[in-house]
């Protein structure tokens, strides 16, 4: 299977490739060998963009919400279309196993789809007032709006900020992760294929503090969105807080997931164990801190190590691989620190272990690893892993593991399992968490909002709720 993607900055309808540029290397994380380079934007391709999304953002703004709407359904139409050769380019570059990048490439189309209704669902209200007065609260595109999206879901993250912004009538300056360029380059061929005004999209590539820097200080920029960690989280909010601008964040978590001893404890091993390693556990909402009721905690241990084993690893574009690389170089190493420290700690380790036992060479690649007894000292019950890495802990009452579940300061997405109908309302009311699935993980659907609370950020993502920071509340009263 060849790489064969664009690399290229999309600036106000023309493509820009990497002369007179400088360029990165965009890596295979399951060889480490490189695949191509990607051309990193010049402060003057950042002031033509925004000088583009300025005019871009008067043209859209003004486009019926109807063809708008026609827009992002051709764009989903021909995302469909180019499925295969999107997916290839995503795991080429990010690693996830191709029947993961055929599932993200899906769920891009259909948030496309799901904004396309929405477009023509942006209502106002009006106000009873006297005979002969109106007062109408309308809701208007706030205006361009600067979007930055990570790696681990690189197609799927940047449609859920572009397809919502781009629905509402605003302009795009999309920001991706220079580790995997190619489908977001696709993403935005889509998009221009379908006859989005080429002011109204614009993709650059470029180094983070720079291109963030530039783009926020722009009295242009009236919006930014972000998905990352919470440190750079807090740094943008920062630079937009000079504009002022609005901010929308969504900063990773570190998911507790709670199992009750009256659940169906094979159905939650048979689904916990696969999204725990979906992804190589690179997913902000990865269940990661599993508290377990004592009368059912060895055989849970028992039961997620054994099916753990069992997982085949490999390069991702191997159909029979169920867990890919790691994305980048820093990973493998990261884990396997804190699989140390937590053995170090008193941690048992149950399956897997530190290093890629001689998987792939040069490849990014860290086996799939359960620790059972893990203190709450450890660095790993503190950090969000963001790997592959399972952490396992017993708790005797309700109260106990609630209270173990809220003690870290993010808030993002929180799971339980449970046969108990009131205590699965009890347990969803308590957790500190933005999204909270109760024997599911399906939580991050194109029709329902994303996102987290504490330090996991504000603002949401996905159904109505995701136009929200796109959108501006203007009221007119007239006597």
Same mark, same amino acid.
């Given at each position: 299977?060849?790489?064969?993607?664009? /690399?290229? +900055?999309?600036?106000?309808?023309?493509?820009?490739?990497?002369?007179?540029?400088?360029?990165?290397?965009?890596?295979?994380?399951?060889?480490? @060998?490189?695949?191509?380079?990607?051309? /990193?934007?010049?402060?003057?391709?950042? &002031?033509?963009?925004?000088?583009?999304?300025?005019?871009? %953002? !008067?043209?859209? !703004? &003004?486009?019926?919400?109807?063809?708008?709407?026609?827009?992002?359904?051709?764009?989903?139409?021909?995302?469909?279309?180019?499925? &295969?050769?999107?997916?290839?380019?995503?795991?080429?570059? *990010?690693?996830?196993?191709?029947?993961?990048?055929?599932?993200? =490439?899906?769920?891009?189309? *259909?948030?496309?789809?799901?904004?396309? @209704?929405?477009?023509?669902?942006?209502? $106002?209200?009006?106000?009873?007032?006297?005979?002969?007065?109106?007062?109408?609260?309308?809701? *208007?595109?706030?205006?361009?709006?600067?979007?930055?999206?990570?790696?681990?879901?690189?197609?799927?993250?940047?449609?859920?900020? #572009?397809?919502?912004?781009?629905?509402?009538?605003?302009? =795009?300056?999309?920001?991706?992760?220079?580790?995997?360029? $190619?489908?977001?380059?696709?993403?935005?061929?889509? /998009?221009?294929?379908?006859?989005?005004?080429?002011?109204?999209? *614009?993709? #650059?590539? @470029?180094?983070?503090?720079?291109?963030? !820097?530039? +783009?926020?200080?722009?009295?242009?920029?009236?919006? =930014?969105? %972000?998905?990352?960690?919470?440190?750079?989280?807090?740094?943008?909010?920062?630079?937009?807080?000079? @504009?002022?601008? !609005?901010?929308?964040?969504?900063?990773?978590?570190?998911?507790?997931?709670?199992?009750?001893?009256?659940?169906? /404890?094979?159905?939650t091993l048979d689904m916990v164990v696969p999204q725990k390693f979906r992804n190589a556990g690179q997913v902000c909402v990865s269940p990661t801190r599993f508290y377990v009721q004592e009368a059912i905690y060895e055989r849970f241990v028992k039961g997620f190590a054994e099916r753990t084993e069992a997982l085949k690893v490999g390069d991702g574009r191997d159909p029979t691989s169920r867990m890919g690389p790691l994305a980048h170089g820093r990973r493998p190493a990261a884990v396997a620190a804190l699989v140390e420290d937590a053995v170090k700690r008193g941690a048992r380790l149950a399956a897997g272990g530190s290093g890629d036992g001689g998987l792939f060479g040069d490849g990014y690649f860290h086996r799939p690893t359960v620790l059972a007894d893990v203190p709450v000292d450890a660095d790993a019950m503190q950090t969000e892993p963001f790997g592959p890495l399972a952490l396992i802990r017993p708790f005797a009452t309700e109260e106990e593991a609630l209270e173990q579940a809220n003690r870290l300061p993010y808030g993002l997405a929180a799971f339980a399992f449970t046969e108990n109908g009131r205590r699965a309302n009890r347990v969803s009311d308590a957790l500190e968490s933005g999204m909270v699935g109760v024997n599911s993980f399906a939580i991050s659907v194109a029709d329902a909002p994303f996102g987290g609370v504490k330090d996991s950020g504000f603002g949401s993502e996905g159904g109505p709720e995701g136009l929200e920071p796109f959108l501006a509340v203007k009221a007119i009263h007239q006597a």
């Open positions: 299977m060849t790489y064969d993607a664009e /690399l290229k +900055l999309f600036i106000d309808g023309a493509w820009h490739g990497t002369e007179g540029r400088d360029e990165r290397p965009v890596h295979d994380p399951a060889t480490g @060998g490189v695949l191509g380079a990607v051309p /990193l934007a010049t402060a003057a391709d950042l &002031d033509a963009s925004l000088a583009a999304s300025e005019r871009g %953002f !008067r043209r859209w !703004r &003004d486009t019926s919400p109807a063809d708008r709407a026609a827009v992002l359904r051709r764009a989903a139409a021909l995302m469909r279309e180019r499925a &295969d050769a999107i997916a290839a380019t995503l795991t080429a570059e *990010q690693g996830k196993p191709l029947v993961e990048a055929r599932g993200e =490439v899906a769920g891009s189309a *259909q948030m496309l789809d799901y904004y396309a @209704g929405e477009a023509t669902r942006i209502e $106002g209200r009006v106000l009873m007032r006297p005979r002969g007065e109106r007062s109408v609260v309308l809701r *208007q595109p706030v205006g361009p709006v600067a979007a930055f999206t990570p790696w681990n879901f690189p197609l799927y993250l940047l449609m859920k900020k #572009v397809a919502p912004a781009l629905a509402a009538g605003c302009s =795009v300056i999309a920001k991706p992760a220079e580790e995997t360029p $190619g489908c977001a380059v696709a993403a935005m061929r889509c /998009l221009a294929d379908a006859g989005l005004p080429p002011e109204a999209g *614009q993709l #650059v590539f @470029g180094d983070p503090d720079m291109v963030s !820097r530039h +783009l926020i200080a722009s009295p242009v920029v009236r919006a =930014v969105s %972000f998905t990352g960690s919470v440190p750079v989280g807090r740094h943008l909010m920062k630079l937009a807080a000079d @504009g002022p601008k !609005r901010v929308a964040m969504e900063l990773g978590g570190h998911a507790p997931v709670l199992v009750f001893d009256d659940c169906d /404890l094979d159905r």
